[in-house]
């Protein structure tokens, strides 16, 4: 690993104004980062003509740099696999302008969940009409030269994909070149991956990796030190596969022993600092 692979992100943030969280961000030692378009830094839908220009501005005063923009699915009114023909319509209109937005500040992927099914649902309808929907992303994706990236979960309520294999099963059933891979450190131990497993799927094409701590039998993304996962452990399994691609620092808001987002610089700080003083 080296310093250009490390990645902040703004998410432990929501509860802050951007700009704050961009100064924060700069404080610690970012360049590039993942940038979740949530409320109230950027949400897609909701932001006024001349706010994509504010935010570029607001990033090259910072020598800030989006390697991957991030749309908010679970928290929202989006699923990409929804049975209802209008829900699936507004949920690839809005992964529509995620593309759009990414190609103006110049990043190179747009990351989201693929959709989910309901409780009673049988998890193969819902996978066939999220390839539907990244279907139709991905010519999109290709015309603006954006890569997609799709995560995956251990429960088919907040994501239909389950394991690498499955996201790469149906980037591949699509076809082109719009799709890259990503894993997340938490949902790897969840859904029984090892780094080997997931570097043999996605290969060369592993863009992402979301990288948090967790407490053992907990989904929670901590800061890095805050859980007990073998950190320098799946580090080293990356760095012997020959990863390349980005680390992104993903919390997600602990309340023990504090809250993130009403103390995001403690928990991004933690983690910056376990990083940096590895390299």
Known sequence: MVRSQ?????????????????????????????????????????VASNEAFVLKDMLRERDLEIVCLTAPCNE????????????????????????QYANHFEAPAVQFVAGEATLREERDEAMKRAVESLAYLADIAAGYGVKLLNSYADSKLINVFSSAEEVQKAHESIGGNAFAGMTDTVFLSRCGESVKDVMETFGRELYLVE??????GSGMHLALTEGD???????????????????????????????????????????????????
């Open 211 to 216: 990288f948090a701590d967790c407490k053992r």
């Open 76 to 99: 929202y009114p989006i699923n990409l696999a929804s049975s209802n023909p209008i829900t699936r319509k507004r949920s690839v209109d809005y992964i529509v302008k995620h593309i």
């Open 229 to 279: 996962m073998d950190i320098d452990g799946i580090f080293a399994d990356f760095d012997a596969a020959g990863y390349k691609g980005y680390y992104s620092l993903n919390m997600r808001g602990s309340r023990e022993p504090y809250l993130y987002e009403e103390e995001p610089e403690r928990c991004m700080r933690t983690a910056a600092e376990y990083l940096f003083g590895k390299l």
């Open 6 to 46: 490390v990645v902040f992100s703004n998410y432990p943030y929501h509860k802050m104004s951007l700009r704050y969280t961009l100064d924060s961000l700069k404080r610690l030692g970012a360049e590039k980062i993942e940038f979740v378009a949530c409320e109230p830094h950027f949400y897609v839908d909701d």
